[in-house]
């Protein structure tokens, strides 16, 4: 959709007059290499003493799909409820003003700042069969903790502040004449959210959602306390590799690690490539 | 359709900004709301599109009392300064949302709207972009589109907020003269905003002269710059310059020399504001009954020279034009006479 001439290619972007892009490009590049390919290079470089075999053995091992399975099915689910809740909290916080929004506001962060064990443990004893929650889920038939679901609820906890606080800036930006334009025009206000709106915030949410994802799918220390760890069925693909690393078997471990790292990578990848589609159509 | 406001009083937090604002807007007409910011112009276009509502009065579209309909079923076409387009939609459908968020057997079928869309397309001289995005066009072709948004519900009446305040000086007068040629093609009431008394008195059939959330007066380009009926619209449209006067005995005074003009038979007698413009001015060579003055600053604009005079004993500064190769701007003193000139009562 490049309405300039077409560009054979590779090419630098033109640097601009401002002194500095050979000295904030190496700097980038050492900070890079030192903090991720380094660390992520040594993992792959331990895992791959494995032999392609032996890899192969603990990729396709029934507990280890399972444990993988766990984890990015329920970080996906968990992602999805916080694109949709986010989303309208951080409507609630732009849009609204009453009393209390500062705290409301301030709040959405906690999840960043307490210890994800603390997280898990408050939350296992919400919803254990005994405590104030799951007592009232208990006769409904629904078990929250020791089951996936647990693990769900302690992966939106975690991933709330990703998608409110990636999606409320955006948010801030939309002009109130388009919405008004919309209305001139004979939209009532449901069209005007999701044929207006929504689309202008999408790119947002797609990247709250990936970022909600990606720490789910990564996170350990609030779900193990909830999860009960069952293999096969509430086991995620982290606590495997704990497990892994504490029988001193390194290389299932790094294996293990290293799928993890491939997937995340591909799923982080498309979703990046959706977004740059989506913002050289809509500038 | 004809619209009516009457009585209209706006208050935003109870600070007023529209005093009590009465206009009837004929059908087919291209009005200009015209006024400094702040003169409560855009906040009256906006009561009209049904975006604010009054705090009292009520306005009319035709017989039936629009201000007891929402925005949505007013059926009015609203063009903002800065576009508003929807980033994310092609310029088609762009066009045709007003048509495809309709209900039911009202919706035209997606092929009419793709239809009406290159059709308000062509109108606006835009035929072929239909696939394009907003980011991908200039401001002046985004306010087109914007435009032929707007006209693709067929509304009631078109309203324009400064729809060219965003646009460099070239492009403006281009789509001025264009505006123009669509209006009277379509022949769509239209009201629109300025701050721009060039694109007001150019453009519009009738201009509302606004200040201060009150109309100062409505008439067409001529009646406003030829007879305008206060100090704010004379200095306000045009150059003009402006002198304290008295007024005794039939006869209008500066200090205490009388400047040689006879006062309208209904004057008041006592303090007066004296306007006139500055090229419209009679040098006189003596002075028994002219206003005379040292030459304080002289500079040269376009085609004229521009003097400002010091006058009377209070040394009142005023401004005069005279052609360019005029002997008088070498002078240190020069004598004139106002040819056209209005009085008012001093405020």
């Known amino acids: 959709m490049n309405t300039g001439p077409a560009k054979a290619g590779w090419r630098f972007r033109q640097p601009s007059v401002i002194p500095g892009f050979g000295l904030t490009l190496g700097f ?67 849009r609204y003003r009453f009393p209390g929004r500062r705290i409301a506001d301030a709040m959405v962060d906690l999840p960043f700042a307490l210890p994800t064990a603390v997280a898990g443990i408050a939350l296992t004893s919400l919803y254990a069969p005994n405590g104030w929650i799951g007592q009232l889920l208990m006769p409904l038939g629904i078990k929250v903790a020791y089951t996936p679901l647990g693990i769900v609820i302690a992966l939106v906890f975690i991933g709330l502040p990703f998608v409110v606080r990636t999606v409320q800036p955006i948010m801030e930006e939309i002009d109130k004449e388009v919405e008004e334009a919309a209305a001139t025009l004979g939209a009532n206000r449901f069209q005007i959210i999701t044929r207006v709106l929504f689309p202008g915030l999408a790119p947002a949410i797609i990247t709250g959602f990936s970022l909600a994802f990606a720490r789910g799918v990564g996170e350990y220390g609030s779900v193990i306390f909830i999860a009960g760890n069952l293999p096969f069925k509430s086991e995620i693909a982290p606590l495997l590799i704990v497990i892994r690393l504490e029988e001193y078997n390194y290389e299932a471990a790094t294996a293990i690690a290293a799928i993890m790292l491939a997937l995340s990578f591909v799923m982080l990848l498309v979703v990046n490539l959706a977004q740059t589609w989506s913002r050289k159509r809509y500038g | 359709m004809e619209v009516r406001v009457t009585n209209v009083r706006k208050e935003f937090e109870r600070f007023p900004a529209l005093h009590d604002v009465s206009l009837d807007i004929r059908s087919g007409e291209l009005i200009a709301l015209l006024g400094p910011s702040g003169s409560g112009k855009t906040t009256l276009l906006r009561l009209i599109a049904g975006l604010e509502r009054p705090t009292r009065g009520a306005i009319f579209f035709g017989d039936e009392d629009a201000s007891q309909k929402s925005i949505q079923e007013r059926n009015v076409g609203f063009v903002f300064q800065h576009y508003a387009l929807f980033r994310h939609m092609t310029v088609a459908d762009n066009i045709g949302f007003g048509l495809k968020v309709r209900h039911g057997a009202t919706r035209p079928s997606a092929q009419e709207i793709r239809r009406r869309a290159s059709e308000l397309l062509d109108l606006v001289q835009l035929s072929g972009l239909e696939k394009r995005y907003p980011a991908q066009l200039s401001g002046g072709q985004r306010q087109r589109v914007a435009l032929a948004r707007a006209m693709a519900i067929e509304p009631r009446v078109l309203l324009l907020d400064e729809p060219f305040g965003a646009l460099d000086a070239q492009v403006r007068r281009e789509l ?87 006062a309208p038979p209904h004057a008041p007698s006592g303090e007066a504001l004296l306007c006139f413009r500055p090229h419209d001015v009679e040098l006189l060579d003596g002075c028994s009954g002219c206003i005379a003055g040292t030459v304080a600053a002289s500079r040269r604009v376009a085609s004229t020279r521009r003097v400002e005079l010091e006058v009377g004993g209070e040394r009142q500064r005023v401004e005069i034009e005279l052609p360019v190769d005029h002997p008088a701007a070498q002078k240190s003193r020069v004598a004139f006479r106002p040819r056209r000139w209005k009085l008012f009562p001093a405020s």
């Open chain 2, 176 to 262: 001025r003269r264009w505006l123009r040629e669509i209006h009277d093609q379509t022949g769509h009431t239209t009201v629109f905003v300025t701050h721009d008394q060039e694109e007001a008195l150019e453009l519009a059939d009738r201009v509302v002269v606004m200040s201060q959330g009150r109309i100062e007066q409505v008439g067409t380009a001529d009646e406003i710059y030829d007879t305008p009926n206060s100090p704010f619209v004379y200095s306000f449209i045009g150059e003009s310059s402006s002198l304290p006067v008295k007024v005794d005995n039939g006869e209008v005074w500066l200090a205490d020399r009388p400047i040689g003009l006879q």
């Open chain 1, 28 to 94: 980038s590049l050492a900070y890079l290499t030192l903090i991720i390919l380094i660390p992520l290079s040594g993992l792959v470089w331990r895992s791959a003493a494995l032999g392609w075999t032996d890899f192969w053995a603990i990729a396709v091992d029934r507990r280890t799909l399972n444990a993988l399975k766990i984890s990015f099915g329920t970080a996906f689910i968990a992602a999805a409820v916080n694109v949709v809740f986010g989303t309208i909290v951080a409507w609630v916080l732009v």
